[in-house]
């Protein structure tokens, strides 16, 4: 018997190749070493105590913004999926234009007056925070999975059903699957879109990765802004670069190969 050749050497070519591996390394040295650069910032920014942000550390920081994005995301992603199926179900569609027009309601209606009208509600902090990008990042993951369902085939649906599956097991074992990539999607979008909007909680006294920005504006140390906005843009770009990954796991060829196969087993 011919074993094939083991291929961990190529393996690790690709590893050493793949761009989020690197995105990361940096992200995290100046997530962690970002005090180190104070001679560099002293330089370019002479006469401006600190040279960089320390009243809070980066990695703290970071945590937080992290948790605020991820429990936001979360939660857009629960709302966002569950309703997405009840309004294409046919005992659900009659409320698909309310749940579109709250989906849209909540992306018109820009963060800072979402943090305005939830901070006399709920105060000062993270909470409003969270409702903010809750909201934000509600329509992008809803409207893709409407998309995704619906763009399976009714063939497909025909075959499992002619297989015997009830309708909540068409919907696990086919539908969600074949609309897995498109929901992929709108749970990159509406994440990004909340990395980049958990910033702005700042204003209201949450801690994200905005704190330095926010500082840094107000006092006039555009060090402490650019501080900031980097570990912002590395750490929107890290989690792009992962979501990407994650999506090579469903090529734009695994739909009709699905479908072929269910056809067949119909």
């Given at each position: 018997m011919i074993r094939a050749p083991r291929r961990s050497g190529m393996s690790w070519v690709a590893t050493l190749r793949a761009p989020v591996l690197w995105v990361g390394l940096v992200f995290a040295a100046a997530l962690l070493f970002m005090p180190a650069a104070?001679?560099?910032?002293?330089?370019?920014?002479?006469?401006?105590?600190?040279?960089?942000?320390?009243?809070?550390?980066?990695l703290a920081l970071w945590l937080s913004h992290a948790g605020l994005v991820g429990a936001a995301s979360l939660a857009a992603a629960v709302a966002g999926i569950g309703l997405g199926v009840v309004v294409t179900r046919p005992w659900g569609a009659e409320f698909r234009p309310i749940v579109e027009s709250i989906a849209t309601l909540g992306q018109a209606f820009p963060p800072v007056a979402v943090l305005a009208l939830a901070v006399p509600l709920m105060g000062f902090g993270a909470r409003p925070t969270l409702i903010a990008l809750a909201l934000y990042g509600f329509l992008p993951i809803v409207a893709n999975t409407v998309a995704g369902i619906e763009s399976v085939p009714g063939a497909v649906r025909e075959a499992a059903a002619a297989m015997g599956m009830r309708p909540v097991q068409v919907l696990r074992a086919v539908e969600l699957p074949l609309a897995a990539p498109a929901i992929l999607a709108g749970l990159r979008v509406s994440v990004i879109f909340g990395i980049g909007t958990a910033?702005?909680?700042?204003?209201?006294?949450?801690?994200?990765?905005?704190?330095?920005?926010?500082?840094?504006?107000?006092?006039?140390?555009?060090?402490?802004?650019?501080?900031?906005?980097?570990?912002?843009?590395?750490?929107?770009?890290?989690?792009?670069l992962i979501f990407e990954r994650l999506a090579a796991r469903y090529p734009a060829g695994a739909s009709g190969t699905n479908e072929g196969s269910a056809a067949r087993r119909g």
């Open positions: 104070a001679p560099l910032f002293a330089r370019a920014f002479p006469g401006v105590e600190p040279p960089v942000y320390a009243r809070v550390s980066f910033t702005v909680g700042s204003t209201v006294g949450a801690l994200t990765l905005g704190t330095p920005i926010i500082d840094g504006l107000v006092s006039d140390k555009l060090n402490f802004a650019i501080q900031g906005a980097v570990l912002v843009g590395l750490f929107a770009i890290l989690v792009d």
